[in-house]
Structure formats: C-alpha cells, structure tokens
C-alpha cells in the first residue's frame, strides 16, 4: 500500500466551476499535509498546509483534513485556466524526515 | 514566503563529465535538504536526504558514488553527477525543510548529457 494515493486524472473541469482533489494516507500517525501545484516543466509551489481536522482556506482554495477517514483534499473555487497543473499531496509523518509524496493530480481548467 | 534557490537552471554537458548543482535556502536556515530527480510527464522521485553536517541518506536504487551529495552549511547543499551519461539527463530539484516542516522546492536544474 502506498503512503500517499492520489487519483491521476486527468480532472477537468470548467472555468468557474470548483474543482476538488481528493488525496488519501496510510498512517495515522501523520501529522501535517500539504499541497503543492506543478506547472509542466516547472518545479512544485506550496499552496498550502493543514495540520488540524476541518477546514482551511486560503482564497480560492480550502483545504480539508479528516484524520479519522486519513482523507485529505483541496478545493479550488472559481476556477480559471491557470489552475491547469498537477497537484501534489504531501503527508509528513514526523519523525524523522518522513515526507510523502502522491503521485499527482493533473487539472484541466477549460475556458 | 520561504525562498530556495538552485543554480545552474539548465547545463548542457559531454559524457563523461561531472556536474555540481548547488542549492541554497535563502531566508531561513535547512538542517535538512532533499534531492529530486523527475524525468518527463513523471512523478517526482526522492534520491536522497541531506543533512547538514552528516552524510546523507539515499533511496534504494540511487548509487551514492555517482550522485554525491554535501549538505556543508544550514543553507547549502550540492549534488555532484558523476561521470554523467545521457541517461542521467532529467529535471533535478532541491527542496528545503523549514522549521514548521514545510518543504520549499528550488526552481530546478534541467541537466542534458550528450
């Protein structure tokens, strides 16, 4: 089983719609998740990090941690072109320089 | 935001040769440093953790003699191809850990071994 699981995709959505990437992990000993976003040929940003069960937002984008279900996703509201890339999901298990990575979503915002 | 930065961008060189990528964290200080290899339309793939003052650890499969990593200070480290073949050809990133355990990826350094 994989530490990190992501759905590759292709996800596509229309522009303005909300588009919603789902990431799961094996651990729950995980501590802190993080997504980050890669544009093709470019190396990942971090868009944000959750440590806490809930909601987080941050513009666009909210992300959301439920440790029970060791679920965690990201939404992006409004959705525009630019969103186009592949989405990271990163599980660090904190201890030690455990840092997982998922293998990637990729994003199609359609004008 | 935390800032990393990675030189060369992009090198070009013969088979045979040996190449430094340095990475660096410009605003905050990284006891621990990662290295990435990611080839086209690929995830990325860890090859090893750098920390500062000690050697770094690699993943199997990733040959220690051929990829050297010195992680000499809090904001430094660099990985040295050696003896490079086109197969070595492929998108390099650094990352650097930070205090809130956040990695910050480098920009990334394209590598073309003719």
């Known amino acids: 089983q994989k530490e990190v699981e992501q759905n590759s995709g292709p996800l596509s959505v229309p522009e303005g719609a909300i588009a919603s990437l789902n990431c799961t992990y094996s651990?729950?000993?995980?501590?802190?998740f993080f997504w980050y976003r890669q544009y093709s040929g470019k190396s990942p940003e971090l868009i944000m990090f959750?440590?806490?069960?809930g909601d987080k937002e941050d513009g666009r984008f909210t992300a959301q941690l439920n440790k029970a279900s060791q679920y965690v996703s990201l939404l992006i509201r409004d959705s525009q072109p630019s969103d186009s890339a592949t989405y990271l999901c990163?599980?660090?298990?904190?201890?030690?320089?455990?840092?997982?990575f998922g293998t990637g979503t990729s994003l199609t915002v359609i004008p | 935001g935390a800032v990393v930065s990675q030189h060369p961008s992009r090198v070009i060189c013969k088979s045979g040769t040996s190449v430094k990528i340095e990475c660096r964290s410009l605003d905050f200080q990284a006891t621990t440093m990662f290295w990435y290899r990611q080839f086209p339309k690929q995830s990325l793939m860890l090859m090893a953790t750098?920390?500062?003052?000690?050697?770094?650890?690699?993943e199997q499969g990733v040959e220690k003699d051929k990829f050297l990593i010195n992680h000499a200070s809090l904001t430094l480290s660099t990985l040295t191809v050696t003896s490079a073949h086109p197969e070595d050809s492929s998108f390099y990133i650094c990352?650097?850990?930070?205090?809130?355990?956040?990695?910050?990826f480098g920009p990334g350094t394209r590598l073309t071994v003719l």
């Open positions: 651990d729950r000993g995980s501590q802190s």
């Open positions: 750098s920390n500062e003052g000690s050697k770094a650890t690699y």
């Open positions: 990352s650097a850990r930070s205090r809130t355990d956040t990695q910050y």
């Open positions: 990163a599980v660090n298990k904190n201890t030690g320089n455990q840092f997982y």
């Open positions: 959750i440590y806490s069960n």
